[in-house]
């Protein structure tokens, strides 16, 4: 029989940890987090890292693993989660993999394209071309050197113009022939069972949203960066880490290029298209959805997830 695996994945703002936390006073589980941000040490206000009393409940993978100045590939994920999910399974535990990367799930259910790692010297190449030529100069590039992938592509979509570019000059093939003839699935072994977090009404998950940014404001979030800065000289906003919703908005307010309010007003609605982007991967991602059309009430979302699981899980 194929080991089990729960996945656990919803937009930002709705509760996932607190619930997967929940879940271990009925299961024997250990947690796996699916969070392109949480891999990060030093960073946990703006990150929304699980707290030291929630660490201490459950065991925690994948939190803390890698400085700012490193990279984290999809593929890395995938084989990291894969000997995971095996070690749980000796250990006589259920593994539940939380988040809301939703690249990262996609690799797990679909399998993924072997891609070359990111290179930081052509990034900071990428990035000067943008500042001095600007975004459609890239884009042009991009439509001649692999005009499929430049049609898939908005072309206001910076960080895939960029990574498409990347992969080019790192490998010299085109990212869609890559896509097309490395295609790997090193997950199909395992009996995953996807549960997602969904929300009819915006406007709830929105309050939450904005609610829970102010909130890292006043916990500390702007001191969180101003340490990282000091701590690692050589980061920019150009690192991966940096790019991360919220950080590269608290960087601008550091760099004197926005206002306080602006910051308020910037992180919110870049934690709102994220929260959008994550909503589109999951409508189209074939799992249960534990819809709360309410207001994400709590006892609810578990209750719901409780007694669907039930069924699903074989101990």
């Given at each position: 029989m194929n080991k089990q695996a729960i996945l656990l994945m919803g937009p930002?703002?709705?509760g996932k940890t607190d619930l997967a936390i929940e879940l271990a006073q009925l299961y024997p589980i250990e947690i796996i987090s699916v969070d392109s941000a949480l891999i990060y040490r030093d960073m946990n206000i703006g990150t929304a890292k699980p707290t030291l009393q929630q660490l201490n409940k459950v065991a925690h993978h994948l939190i803390d693993i890698i400085s700012p100045l490193e990279s984290y590939s999809v593929a890395e994920f995938i084989q990291d989660s894969m000997c995971l999910?095996?070690?749980i399974h000796k250990r006589g535990h259920l593994p539940i993999l939380v988040?809301?990367?939703m690249m990262y799930f996609n690799g797990l259910l679909n399998g993924m394209s072997v891609l070359p790692k990111s290179d930081t010297k052509i990034r900071t190449l990428l990035e000067k071309e943008v500042k001095e030529h600007?975004?459609?100069h890239l884009y042009q590039q991009l439509a001649l050197i692999d005009p499929v992938t430049a049609h898939k592509i908005n072309p206001n979509d910076k960080q895939r113009i960029m990574r498409s570019l990347e992969v080019y000059r790192i490998s010299g093939e085109v990212i869609s022939v890559l896509q097309a003839n490395s295609h790997v699935h090193l997950a199909s072994e395992i009996d995953f069972i996807p549960v997602?977090?969904?929300?009819d009404d915006r406007d709830i998950l929105h309050k939450?949203?904005?609610q829970r940014f102010i909130k890292m404001l006043d916990d500390g979030f702007v001191d969180e960066v101003s340490k990282l800065r000091n701590k690692y000289p050589t980061l920019t906003y150009e690192y991966t880490a940096m790019r991360s919703v919220g950080y590269y908005q608290v960087w601008q307010y550091l760099e004197g290029l926005i206002s306080f309010d602006e910051l308020i007003l910037q992180?919110?609605?870049a934690t709102r298209q994220l929260a959008k982007r994550q909503i589109?991967?999951?409508r189209k991602m074939n799992s249960y959805n534990i819809n709360n059309q309410d207001n994400l009430e709590y006892n609810i979302l578990k209750d719901n997830i409780i007694a669907y699981l039930k069924a699903k899980i074989k101990l």
């Open positions: 930002t703002a709705t999910i095996h070690d988040g809301g990367t600007g975004l459609a997602s977090i969904m929300c939450r949203i904005n992180g919110s609605a589109t991967w999951l």
